[in-house]
Every structure is written in C-alpha cells, then in structure tokens.
C-alpha cells in the first residue's frame, strides 16, 4: 500500500526457488551493451505487462559514516524528477501510459522498476533511464523531500517491532553495515546536502555497478538497440571498486523493553554464507523451511501447535552478499518467553544431534521448489530476481536452483548448514513491553 | 493473449469457471461461499473467521495433521479467510498435483471436523493476534472509524472478532454454521493449467454426491449506520494517524464507478492527487492514500494519513481541505484522463498471475455481478464525465467523519482544526 517503500528490516530474499516438475522454464537473453552494462530478458509471452528493472550496486552498504541513509534518500530524489523530466512528471507520464512504478533501497544494492503495458514499454524504458542516470537534485525538493524521508523514519519509530528488528542488527552486526539503519540516522539526514547526493550518486551509479533486467512479453522491444542509444551504454566505469567486508556476526543477548508492545517477541539472528554461494542459499532456504513454514515444520509445530506457547514463529533466510542472515520471531505472551526461548534452544540442540529424516526433507523440497516455480509467473517478481543475480555476477539459469535444490539431502545439511544454527552462535534480543 | 474463459456448473448447482493459462503447470483455485464476518450474530462476533480457521483443521477422512501433511507434502498452498462478505477458500499448487488436493475444497465445507482442541487453538491465536493488533497505530485509527460509520452493525467489527465475544462461541455454533456454508449462494473458479475432468476431481472426496448450493444473486449489503463526527484516541506515538472517512456505495451500484475513477484521482500511483498535494508538495507524510474496499453493501471511502505530531494542524487541515475540494470543485478533463488510464492500467496489472485472474473472477462473481463485469467497468468510466463524479461526491461524501491516533498536544491541535472546518458541520463540536 505504500508507495516507494523502503525494504522493511531488509531486503527481500533475492531468489529462492521453486517448481513443478514438467513444463521447461524460460531461459535469460543476456547481452551487454557496449560499455559492459549487463541486459538481461526474459519473454513471458502471456503476461499483461512487461515488467523493467534496473540495478545498481547503491544500498546503504556503500555509504560512508557521514552519509547515513544518503542511498535510500537518493532512491525518494530519484523520482523528483531529471535535467529532462520536471519533478512529478515521471510519475504522471507512467501512469497515463497505464503503468505504475516503485524502487526499493537495500543494504547491498537499490532497484527501480516500473510495470508497463507492452505496446508502452520503450518509452517508459527511456524515461526511466533519464530519471535514474540524471536526477536532479534540486536543492528545494531536497529540502521537501528531507521531511517526507523524516515522516518514513518517524513512521517506522512508531512500530515497536520495528524498533526491536533494527537494535537486534545493530547489537548482532556491530561494526557492519548490516548493524545501521537503511532508513539513515535523523541526525545525517538532517545535514545532508544536495552536492554530497551528486557525489554519491556519481560515484556508484557506474557502468560496472548497475544492469537492466526485462521480463515480459517482449516480441517488439528490441531493447538492444533502444539501449545501444541511451545514456545507459554512454555510463563510464567507476574510479575505485569498493569492496564489502564480510559479515562476522556477534553471539550474545539482550533483553529490550518497550513502550507501546503487546506482545512479547524474542528474536534472533546467525550468520550463513553470503549470496555468492548460491547452492548455500538454496540449502539455507530448504532448512528454513524445513524448520519453520507450515504446521508440520519443526518449529510450528511444536511450538504453536502442540505447546501453543506462540501466536506466530518464522524463520527467514535474508539474502545478503556479505553472509547471508537467518532471522527468527516469536510473538508470546511476556510470562511465556522464558518458555518458548528454551523450546527454541533445546529443539536447535536435538537438530545438530540428528539428522533430518527423508520425508521433512521431501516436503521442504516440495514447498521450496514449488515456491520458486510460483514466483516466476509474475513479470516483477522475475525481473528482480534475475536482475538481481546479473547485478552479482550470477548467470545460472532458471532451472539451477531446482538442480542445486535436489543435491541437498539430510546428511549435507547436517553437515554444511544445521552447525550454523547452534543456538550459541545466535544473537538473542528478547523485547517485552515497558 | 488474455486467457481463454469456460462456464460449467458442478452437479448441484455451484458455477464453475475455468480460466485456461497456457505456460507454466500452476492451478490457482478460489471458492467463494456468501457469508463472512457481516453474518456474525451479537455476542459471537468473530464466528465466521473461527469458523474459516478450523475448516483446514480436519475434513472428511483427513485429521488436522493428515491434511497439512498432504498440503505441504505437495508444495502447495491452501487458505480459507472470512472477510466482510465471504468466506474464500484458495489453493495453490502444481497442476499435477489437483487429482490430490482438488477434493480437499468441498470436502473442508462438507465435512469439517470441528474438533473442539484445534477450535480452541484457532480462538487462542486469533485472541493474539487481536491484541497484538493494537501495537499499530494505524490498526487503533482504522478500528475507531469503522465502529464511528458502522456502529454495532454488520461491518461495525473486525472480521478476526471481538475479544469477549470470541469466548462464547461453542462448537455447536460453528456446526450451525457450517451447515450452511455456500447456501446462500458459492462460485469457483480454477485459473492456470487445468486437467480434464475438474467436476469429479472437485466431488471426489464424497463419491461423486452433488452439493447443494447455488449461485451468488445481487442483494442489498449491510449499510452504514453511524452519524458523522470526531473520534480521538490517546497513544504515546511520534506521529499523529488521520483517517477521514464516510460509507458509500456497494460494487456494482450505479455510483460505485463514479467513487472508482475519485479513488484512482486521489490515491492511485505517484501522480495521485493526495500524494502530490500532501507528500510531493507539502512533505507532511510518508504514507498517505485511499481505502476504498469492494463490498457488497455500503463500501468505506477513508483518507488515510501519518504525519509528526508537531506538524498536526497543517496536516489535518490539508486532508480536510482536500476533502472539500471534491465537494466543491470538478476534476478536470486532464485529471479524469488520467484517472481513467489508472482504472485501466489497475485491470491489466491485476492479472498477473492465476490466482489474481481467479481471486478477481470469484470476487465479482461471489457479489452476484456479471463474469464480464470488469470490461463493462472500462467500458462505462469511459462515458463519465467531472459532472458525473462531482455529483457522485457530493451525494455520497458530504459528511465524513474523522478519526485521530496519536499524542495529546497533536490530538488536540487536529481537533481544533476540525472544529472549524466547514466539514465537521454546523452541529458537531
């Protein structure tokens, strides 16, 4: 419902899979443009619209101390419109056009899509581009567009599990940019300058950093020559690669009060192998959901089910490039979170001790498999995922992760993925109301 | 390129729609049964979502357990939701698998279990969940306007329930209730790749034995009962949550179109009025929109705003005024334009899977609506004209009421600005 959201704690998991066994999988066109820029197609024949996804390498991740939130306030200046486009008129272009547009800011990387009818998909294509390549940034909508980033942030203050997910990552990711508000802290939002946007803006959105993915039907795009044309292919090469330090994630635990909760939660957080490791990824989702999706998954079952000491339990795999982080909540009643944080640790320990049976394997095969297959039907949901994996260097097909899928067995998971989760490798926050 | 349509009907009278999706082995299955959470009896608001919770708790010769085992076994996805004015069954699986799980749909409404451990379970959660509801401020402001315009009515509750009244409710109501699952009218509708012979896939769990139902007809919904006015409530928040809102008109009435084309002007997309005059011009919010619900009776028209509590009195003044601007001023033809390219580009972008094309047939279908409504729709917003919509505003928004969520000092500061706006009228405050 919101419009431009910032992701919610974190990015969306860039990709797991899925599948039903028969039908063949579209497969990714790749080509490059001249100056490198990756492009990436997918023909969806039968889809209403063609969704068009661009990426850069411009998450919060690749800010510095005093450009706090400076990445996620760029993607809000980016649709205040270009040296072309007045602001609002993006938007108003688009829409007439039948489309509708939005951009999410992660820790690693920011994307930008727009979902188009067909027959309208080169000149929303062009104005996209402009709007990206060449923003702005005038000095009055900044200070405009300060305040509207001031409401998110304040927006966000106002919902305690909110609070709770941001100071389990900054206690769990010290020291990281995984630890710091995507959404900035109010004090830099508050200095930031247009000029320091420009500079980060020219810094990181380079040739070498960004790609374009389309999924749709795209029998009459001809995108490679459109593009050949555009400032996307006149992009130069960024100066200085900037690189990322792996995550190393700190155990311990804490507990938080706060105001205005009704629920008790209790948290955690583990590191696993960051994004390159696809096949790892694969696997850490299958063990997530062997754990904790559906009510015959571990932890659901016991927890909620037979000792119904939750309301709810998840389990979810955060795709991250620097390690990847699995992140648990259960929402109790305050006087059962001692109990349900032990059921939690004891059912950890009886999984390092024993194997996954077959048939849990199977059926979280079944779930992760089938989930991917779903999610490849709608054009947006594809376009981020294998613009995402072009962004990262990653050119598997569509049906690699269903191949990677059926590798996994009890024993490998056992031996490669279920000791990341010991419970003393975890950070714990447990937040009860004040 | 749009998929290719079919009309049948199951052997006792239920309608069946089959939307044949070429492409990837998906089936998306939707059965949409009249009566949701308006059906509600006083002192057991919340039995229809009970009852929704506890169908996929056991059916005809599947326990609780048996049944996820076969769901997840599959990879698939099955729900069943009340909400105002239906309960809605959904499957979502490999189409390989339907000879498995197609039998579940009517088996969960035939036969349900209704065990009196797993009802209890299902309460216990929804009693949680209610509770937890009220960390959102948003969810405060939303429930206080919707008891403002519906009162003790049918729409008056949240379809989860009421938190004394869910106690009360007994397994023989539920079983009452599940008698009549579907009798007042049921369709379903299959989206995706579909396998031959779905009517005894869909009857299989009883051999074969017709279910007595019918089609959904067009009847009169639950109307709006309240009378305009404020409604405050105190919460040590850092903004303050406006929402402004009056009761309208049912899908498909003749005016539902006109308030359609109003809803996609104001808080459709970027180029939305609101958007534009509050966020893109003013900074005052964050989120800001409309809430315009499809329903089969008097449908919610809300405002909705966030805004930090020191900037209180501009932002309510600005949603006030923006209100009245639709009373008083027509669109103009640039802006209708507009407005009408969202409403169509809303359809296309809606019917991107198999289950939105399913989720969207079964809903105008469960109102008692034509199948072809949504091109009728497109068809008729194109002969509207400013005149038609201005006039559609001023017979169905003249007299919102506005409901406020938030700390004191902004509390107090909205309300006066209310006070004297001439929306809250001559005899309110």
């Known amino acids: ?434 | 390129m749009s998929p290719a349509l079919e009309q049948r009907q199951l052997p006792g009278g239920c309608p069946l729609w089959l939307l044949h999706r070429p492409g990837p082995a998906i089936l998306s299955a939707k059965l949409w049964l009249h009566g949701g959470s308006s059906a509600d009896l006083p002192g057991r608001r919340g039995a229809a979502q009970l009852l929704a919770g506890v169908l996929s708790r056991g059916c005809g010769p599947y326990s609780g357990e048996a049944l996820a085992d076969l769901v997840e076994g599959s990879g698939a996805g099955l729900r069943c939701e009340a909400s105002e004015d239906g309960t809605l069954i959904s499957l979502k699986c490999a189409s390989d698998d339907a000879a498995l799980l197609l039998p579940l749909l009517l088996q969960m409404v035939r036969s349900p279990w209704l065990v009196d451990d797993q009802i209890d379970l299902e309460r216990q959660l929804t009693l949680q969940t209610l509770q937890r509801q009220r960390e959102d401020p948003f969810q405060l402001s939303h429930d206080q306007l919707r008891h403002q315009l519906y009162r003790e009515g049918p729409y008056g509750h949240d379809p989860l329930g009421v938190e004394d009244e869910l106690p009360e409710i007994q397994r023989s109501h539920l079983q009452e209730l599940a008698g009549g699952l579907g009798q007042q009218g049921s369709v379903m509708v299959l989206a995706g790749l579909i396998p031959d012979g779905v009517e005894e896939l869909l009857l299989a769990g009883h051999n074969g034995s017709p279910w007595a139902t019918r089609a959904s007809d067009r009847r009169q919904g639950p109307r709006g009962e309240g009378s305009a006015g404020l409604v405050s409530c105190q919460d040590d928040t850092e903004q303050l949550v406006l929402m402004l809102g009056c009761t309208t008109a049912p899908l498909g009435s003749p005016e539902a179109l006109a308030l359609r084309l109003l809803h996609c002007h104001l808080g459709v997309g970027m180029s939305s009025r609101l958007f534009v005059a509050l966020r893109e011009e003013n900074g005052l919010a964050y989120d800001v929109g409309v809430h315009h619900p499809a329903r089969l009776g008097d449908a919610p028209f809300v405002f909705h705003l966030s805004s930090s509590s020191e900037r209180a009195g501009d932002a309510t003044a600005a949603l006030l005024d923006e209100w009245q601007r639709l009373l008083e001023q027509p669109l103009s033809r640039a802006e209708l334009d507009l407005a009408l390219a969202k409403f169509r580009g809303q359809e296309a972008l809606g019917r991107q899977t198999s289950s939105q094309l399913a989720d969207r047939l079964a809903l105008v279908l469960g109102h008692g609506l034509p199948a072809d409504f949504a091109d009728r729709s497109l068809e008729q917003a194109a002969r509207l004209d400013p005149d038609d919509l201005q006039a559609a505003a001023r017979r169905l928004l003249g007299r919102p009421s506005l409901s406020l969520c938030g700390p004191a000092a902004a509390l107090r500061e909205a309300e006066q600005v209310w006070r004297e706006h001439p929306l809250s009228g001559p005899t309110t405050g």
């Not at chain 1, 920011?110 to 390549?133: Q, Y």
């Not at chain 1, 050949?228 to 804490?254: I, Q, V």
């Open chain 1, 1 to 434: 419902m919101q419009a431009r959201p910032s992701p919610n704690r974190l990015p969306p998991s860039s990709g797991l899979p899925h599948a039903l066994s028969s039908s063949p999988l579209p497969q990714p066109q790749r080509e490059r443009l001249r100056n490198g820029v990756p492009l990436v197609q997918l023909d969806l024949p039968e889809a209403p619209v063609v969704c068009l996804d661009f990426w850069c390498r411009a998450g919060s991740a690749s800010e510095t101390a005093a450009e706090s939130g400076m990445a996620h306030f760029l993607e809000h200046m980016v649709f205040k419109g270009s040296s072309q486009l007045p602001a609002g008129e993006f938007d108003r272009r688009v829409e007439a056009l039948g489309g509708s547009s939005n951009a999410a800011t992660g820790f690693d990387d920011v994307h930008f899509h727009v979902l188009i009818p067909p027959e309208a998909a080169g000149e929303a294509l062009a104005l996209l581009l402009d709007l990206v390549l060449e923003p702005r940034l005038n000095g009055d909508d900044f200070a405009m567009e300060r305040q509207v980033v001031l409401e998110e942030l304040a927006q966000s203050e106002d919902q305690p599990e909110e609070v709770a997910f941001q100071e389990l990552l900054r206690r769990a990711c010290p020291n990281h940019a995984y630890g710091l508000p995507i959404l900035g802290r109010r004090g830099s939002l508050e200095a930031h300058r247009p000029e320091a946007m420009a500079a980060f803006h020219h810094r990181h959105y380079r040739a070498d950093r960004c790609c374009l993915a389309v999924a749709g039907p795209l029998q009459h795009l001809d995108l490679i020559r459109r593009l050949d044309d555009s400032a996307l292919a006149d992009l130069a090469t960024a100066t200085a690669a900037d690189t990322l330090a792996p995550l190393s994630l700190s155990s311990g635990d804490t507990t938080l009060e706060l105001p205005r909760l009704e629920a008790a939660r209790l948290l955690m957080a583990w590191r696993f192998p960051g994004a390159a490791d696809q096949d790892a990824v694969v696997g850490g989702d299958l063990l997530t959901t062997l754990l904790a999706e559906g009510r015959r998954s571990r932890l659901v079952e016991r927890l909620r089910e037979q000792l119904r000491l939750v309301e709810s339990i998840d389990l979810d795999l955060n795709v991250l490039e620097a390690g990847c982080l699995v992140l648990l909540e259960a929402v109790c009643e305050p006087d059962q979170l001692e109990a349900v944080e032990q059921e939690v640790r004891q059912l950890l320990a009886t999984l390092l001790d024993t194997r996954p049976q077959e048939a849990e394997m199977e059926r979280a095969r079944r779930l992760v498999g089938n989930g991917y297959r779903f999610s490849l039907e709608a054009p947006g949901s594809v376009a981020a995922m294998v613009g995402n994996s072009a962004l990262w260097g990653r050119e598997h097909s569509l049906d690699a992760p269903l191949q990677w899928l059926q590798h996994w067995n009890g024993e490998r998971l056992s031996q490669e993925l279920i000791p990341l989760l010991a419970p003393e490798r975890a950070f714990t926050l447990r937040a009860v109301p004040a």
